[in-house]
């Protein structure tokens, strides 16, 4: 809670500093959560909104904002360790040696090889980089974490007039996220081969082959696995699997699909690009339903198609030597008053 008041009363001191300048400030923070500013970028045009005994308002704000977020992420992370502590202190049972004398040859307890593993980001292996705690999708490859969702909607908050936001939401956004896309992902695989439906619902078998639609079949098998079956309870009030299928009607399955070219199709497919996307998006419409969101969605996903020309990029390494330059002559402007 000491955390949400710093960061309360940061934000209200550079709001009192800034006056009517705070929502261009808060327009240019969300500019540089969407990565159309780099660090450098913002702080310099932050400073052009700030006196110069006022800037030092802006590196308070930036801290707690970014602890706030740390904070979250951080409680996150200990409950899963925590979770993972517990499972293996109830997975040690504790017997007696035999005879009253203890046995050193089984004192090995097995443990979990990846809990001991440092993990190494390929941000830590650069030399004298500095570790970012916001970073971007576009540059680790990777979902947004708690600390970067976090902090996305505390300035959507701020925009709108909201003081905080609460943790319970953002884990909520965090789950409707990974949902989202996991139902993306099902559809533009389920476009790129054939696949099979439980109870005509639930999705399984995706990368088979598709049958030939205008081959017709004399002998009409049933997939057992296209339908749940329920347990068997014996006399003894026990509940156990089904029987699987006999050999003979696998077999008759099998040589069905076989006959109408459903096994043909094994050829190696290309790995999943952003045409696959685009079309599954168009025909999937329904997928993203607010509109707001799947049409910067779709532009987006056109717009990575295209890659620049040797000129472009000339002219965009022109353009940030033209950046770098201004921000020198700044810098050394506010060093010289």
């Given amino acids: 809670m000491a955390s949400s008041i710093d960061l309360n009363r940061a934000r209200k001191n550079l709001a009192d500093a800034l006056g009517d300048s705070m929502k261009l400030y808060l327009q240019n923070l969300n500019a540089f959560f969407k990565r159309k500013y780099n660090k450098e970028e913002f702080d310099f045009e ?30 996150v992370t200990s409950k899963d360790q925590g979770s993972v502590g517990k499972a293996q202190k109830s997975s040690k049972v504790k017997k007696k040696p035999p005879g009253g004398r203890a046995n050193l040859q089984q004192r090995f307890i097995q443990a979990q090889t990846l809990d001991y593993v440092p993990q190494i980001t390929s941000k830590a292996l650069e030399e004298g980089a500095s570790p970012t705690p916001l970073g971007f999708i576009t540059r680790d490859g990777l979902l ?57 619902r639930f999705t399984y078998a995706v ?7 205008y081959a017709m079949s004399v002998h009409d098998s049933t997939d057992p696995s296209s339908e749940s079956t ?63 969101v799947y049409a910067p969605t779709i532009e987006r996903v056109i717009h990575m198609k295209w890659h620049p020309s040797n000129e472009d990029l000339a002219q965009e390494s022109i353009h940030e030597q033209e950046v770098y330059l201004k921000h020198k002559v700044a810098k050394r402007k506010n060093y010289d008053e």
């Fill in 144 to 200: 947004p974490d708690v600390t970067m969702v976090h902090g996305r909607m505390l300035v959507c908050a701020w925009e709108t007039g909201l003081s905080d936001v609460q943790d319970s939401a953002v884990k909520l956004l965090m789950i409707a996220l990974e949902t989202q896309i996991k139902s993306i992902l099902s559809l533009v695989v389920k476009q790129r081969k054939g696949y099979k439906l439980r109870e005509g």
């Fill in 46 to 75: 932050a400073r052009k909104l700030m006196r110069n005994d006022t800037v030092h308002l802006h590196n308070e704000f930036l801290l707690a904002l970014i602890s706030k977020c740390q904070i979250l992420s951080s409680s």
């Fill in 207 to 213: 990368g088979i082959g598709v049958k030939n639609p």
């Fill in 230 to 292: 329920a347990t068997t309870i014996t006399s003894n009030f026990q509940h156990t699997p089904s029987l699987r299928p006999s050999v003979e009607t696998g077999d008759d399955i099998a040589i069905e699909q076989y006959a109408l070219g459903a096994d043909l199709a094994e050829e190696e497919l290309d790995p999943i690009s952003l045409y696959d996307l685009s079309d599954t998006l168009m025909l999937y419409k329904n997928t993203i339903v607010s509109h707001s």
